[in-house]
């Protein structure tokens, strides 16, 4: 990937798209080489090679680093450019290369040459055009390099439909090899909140009726206010959402309480590992597994008294599932005690391990047996299976 | 062989549930309106029974003694609740030949604490018991039985001729527990000792179906009265026992009646009240450099203080007792006191010893001890509050 701008150092979209795409597609599996005009810092992406003038892989290169700043007067910017674009064209070492995508105008020169001597497509990606930036004064130089891109690469990515148009209109590119991706955005990190909170109070759920987060958003407007340094997580997706959110609101706690929607596998791991608390508040609950898991991981939990898991687990917390005042003062009593809370997980991480899923194949087997075995509870003759 | 048969009559003020929600709310701690229900039933069950079947036996068979021990928790609640147990106490008493025991008024773990609680707490009982039964006890018990070498030399200052403890292996060490002996630290503090195999028998396993000399008849259990060697036998026990414990269809009642006609046709056997029986020579003097108490398979403070949720909230109240008494104020002061009981401590006790798991939720009245915790924490935490803003 031949560009200029990237993270920490960048002056707008471009550096910000170098960053996310190059973490997505390395995620995916793809190995990215990143060649760039300057020799960093980069905010480091695992599985991202930077290259540059001058690095440390290619020390017998003839090019210095081509700028470090923005302050470029005429004549040493363009010794900078044309230095950089031979650079890259010149580029050996790379491995395996199966595209050479490029971004903007600086580098076409160069990335063209790269790709041309390779043997691999070209990708262009357009953010913006010397028109837009120019106020249509653009100066020519520029308008000459964008041009040479889109006139070689074997397809060009356009950031809007809009920017897609005046490509065609203005630079004749081919339609058909005109491609529209947008840009996004990354949500904020998405547990960055929790390393601010001192404390986490965790529902960890579907957002459905049934699951009684009312109670737990209540209950949070109910603490909230003597511990303003305690965070409600409402982890979880469903129906409920958008209600749970104005819920929120209207209570006054949406500062408070944190909605994180679906979370992976990874961001439950973590919720549940740094989390005080444990709220399954559940109107109706069969079993509740996710307050096993809490107690597994340590955490205090408090469940309603309708949930399936109070009946085999003890070392809990269980309320009225309408009893939005109990649910308080738990939550409460578990941050305000930490010798409570030290005592309930261990107990409860002892409790919620003492039997598992091979415990519990062994019962469903028994099941089998008695069914095979015609055996019924109370029954003196044996009984067939079909009955 | 002298019979010392001690039995204690204690009820807690147990908590209502104080939410910490409730911190600063003015609410009662403690539950009257339930207490008092509970004391009745226990009444009507146990205390009318048992005290009535004690009193016909002491009409029945003038060699019968007996001892007791009443909380000032127990009178406070039995005077609100059922006034005319303590009048059977009352008559019981004027008997001349039941003594009565000497201990905290709040059934407390005040030898915990630094003096002068403990001092106060027995001195306050001391003149319950002065008003209540015109009595002057000799001799002082720990709550739960609690003893050791420091609890004797303050019962020695308090100018106790006996305490009772238990007849521990750990403390005997090879001696029989039917004698009387003295305190190594304080000997003029003699010690009656409890003999716990026959004590339990009656208190434990009376009811029990699965133990094989069920069921347990007045006369077989006056012959191994009458077979165990020595001078003394102490069976110690709650009164609570007789028909609360082991509910009257066990036949409990009819037991605790026959017994004393039972003991009389054993001829090597007699009856001595604890004032009595420390009068006897002691055997020797005996040491108990830790403290030594009548609970669980240890015998020590474990089913009070054995865990942290049991240390810690019992560090806190000696913390809240101390702004307690700098605040100067009776109702704080009797608040704190009642969160002292043991009982409260007790029910925070975390199972994990099989054989005592059982007894501990038998006497609990939560539904788990982190719901005892974090009731008793809110309570304590709000009578901090209230001693911090009369301290203010």
Not at chain 1, 35 to 62: C, M, Q, Y
Not at chain 1, 79 to 90: K, P, Q, S, T
Not at chain 1, 201 to 223: H, I, P, Q, W
Request: proline share 6%; aromatic share 10%.
């Amino acid at each position: 990937m031949v560009g200029w701008e990237f993270p920490p150092h960048h002056t707008g979209g471009l550096g910000v798209h170098s960053l996310e795409l190059t973490r997505e597609l390395t995620r995916m599996g793809h190995r990215v080489t990143f060649l760039t005009p300057f020799s960093g810092p980069f905010t480091p992406v695992e599985g991202v090679e930077f290259r540059f003038p001058g690095d440390a892989k290619a020390p017998g290169d003839r090019y210095p680093p081509a700028y470090w700043s923005g302050e470029l007067s005429e004549s040493p910017f363009r010794d900078a450019m044309d230095g950089y674009n031979a650079w890259v064209g010149g580029l050996s070492g790379l491995g395996p290369v199966d595209i050479v995508h490029v971004h903007d105008w600086f580098g076409t020169v160069g990335a063209t040459a790269l790709a041309r001597r390779l043997g691999t497509p070209l990708v262009l990606t357009i953010h913006s055009t010397e028109y837009d930036r120019s106020l249509d004064h653009p100066w020519t130089r520029i308008l000459e390099r964008e041009q040479y891109g889109i006139d070689h690469a074997a397809r060009v990515i356009a950031v809007s439909q809009h920017l897609r148009q005046q490509l065609i209109r203005r630079y004749h590119a081919d339609p058909r090899r005109v491609r529209v991706i947008y840009n996004a955005v990354r949500p904020p990190d998405r547990l960055a909140a929790l390393e601010e909170a001192k404390r986490t109070v965790l529902y960890l759920g579907r957002l459905a009726a049934m699951k009684g987060v009312d109670t737990f958003l209540r209950a949070a407007a109910r603490v909230s206010p003597t511990a303003p340094d305690v965070l409600f997580v409402v982890a979880g997706d469903g129906p409920e959402y958008p209600r749970l959110l104005t819920l929120a609101a209207h209570l006054g706690v949406a500062d408070h309480v944190l909605f994180l929607g679906h979370v992976t596998e990874e961001e439950r791991a973590v919720l549940l590992a740094s989390a005080s608390v444990f709220v399954l508040p559940s109107v109706v609950e069969p079993f509740g597994i996710a307050a096993l898991e809490a107690m597994a991981a340590g955490v205090p939990v408090i469940v309603s008294k309708t949930s399936g898991v109070a009946e085999i687990a003890h070392s809990l917390f269980a309320v009225d599932f309408w009893d939005v005042e109990e649910f308080a003062s738990r939550i409460a009593e578990l941050l305000n005690y930490p010798v409570l809370r030290h005592a309930m997980g261990d107990a409860g991480r002892w409790e919620s391990l003492k039997e598992g899923w091979p415990e519990r194949a062994i019962q469903t087997v028994g099941v089998y047996a008695e069914v095979l075995l015609g055996w019924l509870e109370g029954s003196d003759v044996p009984v067939p299976p079909s009955s | 062989m002298k019979i010392v048969l001690y039995l204690h009559l204690h009820q807690p003020w147990r908590l209502a549930r104080f939410r910490y929600l409730d911190l600063g709310s003015g609410r009662p701690y403690f539950d009257e309106a339930r207490n008092l229900e509970l004391f009745r039933g226990i009444a009507e069950r146990c205390y009318r029974p048992a005290l009535d079947r004690l009193a016909q036996s002491l009409e029945r068979y003038p060699e019968f003694r007996l001892s007791l021990s009443v909380t000032g928790t127990f009178v406070e609640q039995a005077d609100a609740a059922a006034p005319d147990v303590l009048e059977r106490l009352r008559r019981l008493v004027r008997t001349g030949r039941v003594s009565l025991v000497a201990e905290t008024y709040y059934h407390s773990l005040a030898f915990l604490l630094p003096p002068p609680e403990l001092a106060e707490e027995v001195a306050q009982h001391r003149r319950m018991v002065a008003e209540r039964f015109g009595a002057a006890p000799r001799v002082l018990r720990m709550t739960e039985l609690a003893y050791s070498d420091e609890i004797a030399r303050f019962a020695e200052s308090e100018r106790f001729r006996g305490m009772l403890a238990e007849g521990w292996e750990g403390m005997l060490l090879g001696q029989p527990p039917t004698a009387v002996y003295c305190s190594a630290s304080a000997p003029v503090v003699s010690l009656l000792l409890r003999h716990y195999p026959l004590s339990d028998d009656i208190g434990f396993r009376f009811s029990s179906r699965g133990w094989n000399e069920y069921p347990l008849t007045s006369e077989k259990y006056a012959g191994w009265l009458a077979r165990t060697p020595g001078e003394v036998l102490g069976l110690f026990m709650d009164f609570e026992t007789f028909g609360e414990h082991h509910r009257a269809d066990t036949g409990i009642l009819e037991f605790l009646g026959a017994l004393p006609g039972a003991v009389a046709r054993e001829s090597n056997l007699s009856w001595a009240t604890v004032d009595e029986a420390i009068d006897l020579p002691p055997k020797d003097a005996l040491s108990a450099p830790t403290t030594v108490s009548w609970a669980d398979q240890n015998r020590d403070l474990g089913a009070w203080l054995g865990n942290d949720l049991q240390r810690s909230a019992f560090e806190a109240a000696k913390k809240v007792g101390v702004l307690a008494r700098r605040a100067g104020d009776a109702a704080i002061l009797g608040d704190w006191r009642k969160l002292l009981t043991s009982d409260h401590f007790y029910y925070m006790y975390v199972s994990g010893h099989g054989a005592d798991l059982g007894v501990h939720q038998y006497f609990s009245s939560y539904g788990s001890p982190y719901d005892a915790y974090a009731n008793y924490m809110n309570a304590l935490t709000d009578l901090r509050q209230r001693a911090l803003a009369r301290l203010r």
